[in-house]
C-alpha cells in the first residue's frame, strides 16, 4: 500500500499491511507482548501479588488476603531514523521507494524492540533507554513478588541440551505465573540449528513436527512450538550493552507468560516526509524521510519469566 504524502505532517504506516506482517513477523515482543494503550508518556498499570482463598467458616469473618499489590510503569522511549532519497529517485518514483523504506524500517524497528525489550544486561541508568531490558529484571531481588536476583536466569551454558531447555521450561512450569495458554518461548534463530541437532540414543532427531496432508507425517525443518509451547525466533533475541537492531552479544531463548510483557503503545511508527523544495532539503537538492514510534515496555514480574544464555 503507497504512503501518499500530502503535507500533513507525520503519517502512522503501522496501516500499511506489509509493515504491520514485517513487524509481527521480525517482533516477537510486539506479536506476544499483552499491549497497553499510552496517552501520556509514562503509565501506571496494576501488578496483583494474587489472591489467597481459604475456608471460610460459618458464622466468621471472611479469611483476609496478605498478597501485595502495586503498580508496573510504563514509560515510553522513542525509536527512529531518518533516511535520504536522491531528488531524481524521488521522481522516478516517491511511492515504492517510500513503501520499501516503509517495510525496512518496520524490520529495523522490530529487531531493535526485541532486544531493547529483552538484551539489554544494563540497568537504563546506564544503557540511556527509560526502562529496564527482561535480561536486566531478572538480575534484580523483587522483594513485592518474593524474587530472588539471577534465580530465573542461567548463563554460562555452552549448548542449548536438551535437558538444558527442558529444566527451562519446567521451571516456568512450576512458577505461580504459569498458565498454559499463555505460555511463550521466544528464541534467537541460531537455536533452530541447536533444536535440529539434538538427537536421541539412535540419532534421531527429537524435535520433530508434523506437516499436514504429507502422507506418512512430513517433517518441517524447524519446529514452531517446544515442548507443545508456541515458539518466535527473534534476531533482537542476543544480549547487548546498550540496545541495537543487530546485537552481537550471546543468544538467548525466553520462556513466560505473555500477559506479563508489558508493552506500551503511546505512539505507532510512523513517517514524515522533507522534501528537497524547502527547509533542509534544499542545500543538498535531497529528500528525506523520518520514522519514528514511542513505544513503553515493562516486566509484569520477574518470576513470570525464565531465560537461557548460551556461551
Same mark, same amino acid.
Given at each position: 500500500?503507497?504512503?501518499?504524502?500530502?503535507?500533513?505532517?507525520?503519517?502512522?504506516?503501522?496501516?500499511?499491511?506489509?509493515?504491520?506482517?514485517?513487524?509481527?513477523?521480525?517482533?516477537?515482543?510486539? %506479536?506476544?507482548?499483552?499491549?497497553?494503550?499510552?496517552?501520556?508518556?509514562?503509565?501506571?498499570?496494576?501488578?496483583?501479588?494474587?489472591?489467597?482463598?481459604?475456608?471460610?467458616? %460459618?458464622?466468621?469473618?471472611?479469611?483476609?488476603?496478605?498478597? !501485595?499489590?502495586?503498580?508496573?510503569?510504563?514509560?515510553?522511549?522513542?525509536?527512529?531514523?531518518?533516511?535520504?532519497?536522491?531528488?531524481? &529517485?524521488?521522481?522516478?518514483?516517491?511511492?515504492?521507494?517510500?513503501?520499501?523504506?516503509?517495510?525496512?524500517?518496520?524490520?529495523?524497528?522490530?529487531?531493535?524492540?526485541?532486544?531493547?525489550?529483552?538484551?539489554?544486561?544494563?540497568?537504563? !541508568?546506564?544503557?540511556?533507554?527509560?526502562?529496564?531490558?527482561?535480561?536486566?529484571?531478572?538480575?534484580?531481588?523483587?522483594?513485592?513478588?518474593?524474587?530472588?536476583?539471577? !534465580?530465573?536466569?542461567?548463563?554460562?551454558?555452552? #549448548? #542449548?541440551?536438551?535437558?538444558?531447555?527442558?529444566?527451562?521450561?519446567?521451571?516456568?512450569?512450576?512458577?505461580?505465573? *504459569?498458565?498454559?495458554?499463555?505460555?511463550?518461548?521466544?528464541?534467537?534463530?541460531?537455536?533452530?540449528?541447536?533444536?535440529? $541437532?539434538?538427537?536421541?540414543?539412535?540419532? &534421531?532427531?527429537? *524435535?520433530?513436527?508434523?506437516?499436514?496432508?504429507?502422507?506418512? $507425517?512430513?517433517?518441517?525443518?524447524?519446529?514452531?512450538?517446544?515442548?507443545?509451547?508456541?515458539?518466535?525466533?527473534?534476531?533482537?533475541?542476543?544480549?547487548?550493552?546498550?540496545?541495537?537492531?543487530?546485537?552481537?552479544?550471546?543468544? *538467548?531463548?525466553?520462556?513466560?507468560? %505473555?500477559?506479563?510483557?508489558?508493552? $506500551?503503545? %503511546? &505512539?505507532?511508527?510512523?513517517?514524515?516526509?522533507?522534501?528537497?523544495?524547502?527547509?533542509?532539503?534544499?542545500?543538498?537538492?535531497?529528500?528525506?524521510?523520518? *520514522?519514528?514510534?514511542?513505544? $513503553?515496555?515493562?516486566?509484569?514480574?520477574?518470576?513470570?519469566?525464565?531465560?537461557?544464555?548460551?556461551?
Amino acid at each position: 500500500m503507497a504512503v501518499a504524502f500530502t503535507g500533513a505532517g507525520w503519517i502512522p504506516i503501522e496501516t500499511n499491511p506489509d509493515v504491520i506482517q514485517k513487524v509481527q513477523q521480525t517482533s516477537a515482543v510486539e %506479536r506476544f507482548g499483552h499491549h497497553v494503550p499510552m496517552g501520556s508518556n509514562t503509565k501506571y498499570t496494576p501488578r496483583s501479588g494474587g489472591v489467597v482463598l481459604g475456608r471460610w467458616a %460459618r458464622s466468621t469473618s471472611a479469611p483476609a488476603d496478605s498478597s !501485595a499489590n502495586d503498580s508496573v510503569l510504563l514509560a515510553s522511549d522513542k525509536i527512529g531514523g531518518k533516511v535520504t532519497i536522491a531528488e531524481e &529517485d524521488r521522481a522516478d518514483s516517491l511511492a515504492n521507494i517510500v513503501d520499501a523504506k516503509s517495510v525496512d524500517a518496520g524490520t529495523s524497528y522490530a529487531k531493535l524492540f526485541d532486544n531493547v525489550c529483552l538484551g539489554i544486561t544494563a540497568a537504563k !541508568a546506564t544503557s540511556g533507554w527509560l526502562f529496564d531490558s527482561l535480561y536486566y529484571v531478572l538480575t534484580q531481588a523483587d522483594a513485592t513478588t518474593g524474587y530472588t536476583a539471577n !534465580a530465573n536466569l542461567t548463563t554460562g551454558v555452552t #549448548a #542449548a541440551t536438551y535437558d538444558a531447555l527442558s529444566a527451562l521450561v519446567g521451571q516456568h512450569e512450576q512458577s505461580d505465573y *504459569f498458565d498454559e495458554s499463555e505460555v511463550v518461548v521466544i528464541a534467537h534463530p541460531s537455536f533452530k540449528q541447536a533444536l535440529r $541437532g539434538i538427537k536421541n540414543a539412535d540419532g &534421531d532427531p527429537i *524435535f520433530q513436527e508434523s506437516t499436514a496432508g504429507v502422507a506418512g $507425517g512430513g517433517q518441517a525443518p524447524t519446529p514452531s512450538k517446544l515442548f507443545g509451547y508456541d515458539m518466535q525466533f527473534s534476531m533482537g533475541a542476543k544480549t547487548s550493552a546498550t540496545g541495537s537492531a543487530a546485537p552481537t552479544g550471546k543468544p *538467548f531463548v525466553v520462556v513466560g507468560n %505473555r500477559q506479563l510483557l508489558q508493552v $506500551g503503545d %503511546r &505512539d505507532a511508527l510512523a513517517v514524515n516526509f522533507q522534501d528537497s523544495q524547502t527547509g533542509i532539503g534544499v542545500d543538498t537538492d535531497e529528500n528525506v524521510l523520518y *520514522f519514528r514510534a514511542r513505544k $513503553g515496555f515493562a516486566v509484569g514480574a520477574p518470576g513470570a519469566f525464565s531465560m537461557l544464555v548460551i556461551g
